[in-house]
């Protein structure tokens, strides 16, 4: 509507009222008239018996009982203004169905209807006021079900070629046609349903449902026609009655939901995920947090995830991805930073601010040579990889990582390590440095964080892995870390640049029984397609020709 009417002038005015531009007070006019007005995106289109809403106000002003009906249209227009003017161009929300933004509003807008519903039972001899008022209801539930029937992309499929490309807020707002009622009953026998317990072959307990919540309405209108006295005396003497029915309700709502449990849509019938919960359970804490790399598995936490601890947070989904080998990713840099969505940096980092550790659960690794893996490649270079987990079996698309949240070194700062070493792994690897950003000074249990800074005169053949160890006086190996190739794998040695440095970023925990003393730091590179080819070492510090140790000393205090 708005686009084929002129008010130019109109949006002049406003974009200097609201500091916004002629083209913002455009979108948000025709996002304001999709929210109140439209047949197809309206709140009330949407979901016709709110409309009741509108009576049911009427009726509390003439009784005067003023503050509800304003309550229920300052919150309206506030939601309705707020994000038709705030949201801009993301004014639809998405998801195929509108008006998403609105959900709040729902609840304040139902308690609206009560007064009429009210009426309506009261009055049964009104036949006509019933007929229309069940009538909006029955279209409501329509609509409804034509919202939840197919799965949510099918309506832009739906369209037709004289839509001329619309999107999913196009005319099918505004245009009988194209409506979403409309169009997907017409596509039900040629796409598959999409009700869960069609889903998962158990499509009688809709109608066992429906049947039970028609006999609830028809005792509640069997109520509605008794004086207030009555009501309370026909409850009093049907107690018995009642509780069954609320027990039976309870035990099909109990039923129903155990039926869909393993719907594929919340990965329910995904073995892995469900061994790695124990998993998680049993190597975190209360305060802990679990970021998921991804939506991937966001649905199967909702449903079926029900930690005590960590809490899990999902990450949106990294424009610097690449979903598929057949898909690039949207962005590309040498920054990971920048192939995150801006507000996971901030987000990340706030959580670490008061953590001492943070895990992450990924759905891609090196099995998938294709993948970008974004946020790993953020935590491996801004923080410590600790450790890595996997359910039994393993599953390569469940990975579990430990980081330490203490801060590494920038690499595109311009600093280098805090420690010098003379190091050498093989012919052309050498180890020009590590840094301790936690001190040297430790306690049993505690994380010891380290960053490399490595080296190579060449181009190298191969590809390398780094293990790292902690070592008594005696020479022998109290800890050791995850062996890993440089920057868990991200920066593998075959793409070293020649007298460019890479830093390395590990880290280890420290035995809980671990004994007051001084130890040393060690380190060894082992070819990483076959393990039993060391690179000998050379330097200052050398145990056993293949394993280099640093200049420094850990001393734990207790």
């Known amino acids: 509507l708005a686009g084929t009417l002129s008010y130019s ?6 974009a200097g009222v609201l500091h916004r531009s002629p083209q913002q007070i455009q979108t948000a006019h025709r996002a304001f008239h999709t929210y109140i007005l439209s047949i197809g995106g309206s709140i009330g289109g949407t979901s016709p018996i709110l409309l009741l809403a509108v009576p049911g106000a009427i009726m509390l002003y003439r009784q005067g009982r003023y503050r509800y009906p304003l309550a229920i249209v300052a919150i309206l227009m506030g939601f309705a203004v707020g994000y038709a003017v705030l949201r801009g161009d993301h004014w639809f929300g998405g998801l195929s169905w509108p008006p998403r933004f609105l959900i709040p509003v729902v609840p304040f807008l139902m308690l609206g209807t009560l007064p009429v519903l009210d009426k309506v039972l ?7 006021i019933i007929f229309s008022v069940a009538l909006i209801c029955i279209y409501s539930v329509w609509i409804q079900v034509c919202a939840v029937s197919v799965e949510w992309g099918q309506y832009v499929r739906l369209l037709p070629p004289e839509a001329n490309g619309l999107g999913e807020w196009g005319g099918g707002l505004n245009v009988v046609r194209y409506l979403r009622w409309v169009l997907i009953p017409a596509a039900w026998g040629q796409v598959p349903f999409d009700f869960a317990w069609v889903r998962v072959g158990v499509p009688a307990w809709p109608i066992v449902c429906c049947i039970v919540v028609a006999l609830g309405v028809v005792w509640l209108i069997s109520l509605g026609g008794k004086q207030p006295k009555a009501v309370k ?10 509780g069954i029915s609320i027990i039976l309700m309870c035990g099909l709502i109990g039923l129903g939901l155990g039926a869909i449990d393993t719907d594929d ?3 329910g019938s995904n073995a892995s995920l469900r061994a790695v919960l124990p998993l998680i359970e049993s190597n975190t804490k209360l305060g802990d947090v679990l970021l998921l790399t991804d939506n991937e598995y966001e649905l199967f936490f909702l449903n079926h995830g029900k930690l005590s601890f960590p809490r899990v947070i999902s990450l949106p989904d990294a424009p610097g991805e690449q979903p598929s080998p057949e898909q690039p990713a949207l962005v590309k840099s ?6 995150l969505v801006k507000s996971s940096v901030p987000l990340i980092y706030n959580l670490a601010q008061n953590r001492s550790t943070l895990w992450i659960m990924a759905d891609l690794g090196v099995w998938h040579p294709w993948a970008v893996r974004p946020v790993e490649r953020f935590m491996v270079t801004h923080f410590y990889p600790i450790r890595e987990l996997v359910p039994d079996p393993p599953d390569p698309r469940i990975r579990l990582i430990e980081y330490s949240t203490v801060h590494a070194p920038d690499p595109f700062a311009f600093r280098g390590p805090d420690n010098l070493s003379d190091l050498r792994f093989g012919d052309f690897v050498r180890l020009a440095g590590f840094s301790l950003p936690s001190g040297t000074s430790y306690k049993s249990g505690d994380i010891l964080p380290l960053s490399l800074y490595w080296q190579t005169e060449t181009a190298l053949q191969h ?6 160890f902690l070592a008594d006086a005696d020479g022998n190996n109290v800890a050791q870390g995850a062996d890993s190739q440089p920057a868990s794998g991200f920066a593998p040695t075959t793409s070293w640049l020649p007298n460019v440095p890479q830093w390395d970023n590990r880290a280890l925990r420290l035995p ?11 380190l060894r590179l082992y070819q990483s397609d076959d393990n039993s080819i060391l690179l000998p070492v050379t330097g200052t510090s050398v145990r056993d020709k293949s394993l280099g140790v640093l200049p420094v000393e850990i001393t734990i205090t207790g």
């Open 265 to 267: 849509l919340y990965s």
């Open 233 to 242: 005396i026909h409850l009093r003497g049907s107690l018995l009655q009642v």
């Open 334 to 339: 040498t920054n990971p930073d920048a192939l």
């Open 9 to 14: 002038a109109v949006y002049e005015l406003f």
């Open 512 to 522: 809980e029984a671990l004994i007051p003393g001084t130890y040393k730091i060690w």
């Open 463 to 468: 590809d390398y892995t780094v293990a790292y």
């Open 122 to 128: 009261r009055l049964p001899s009104r036949r006509r």
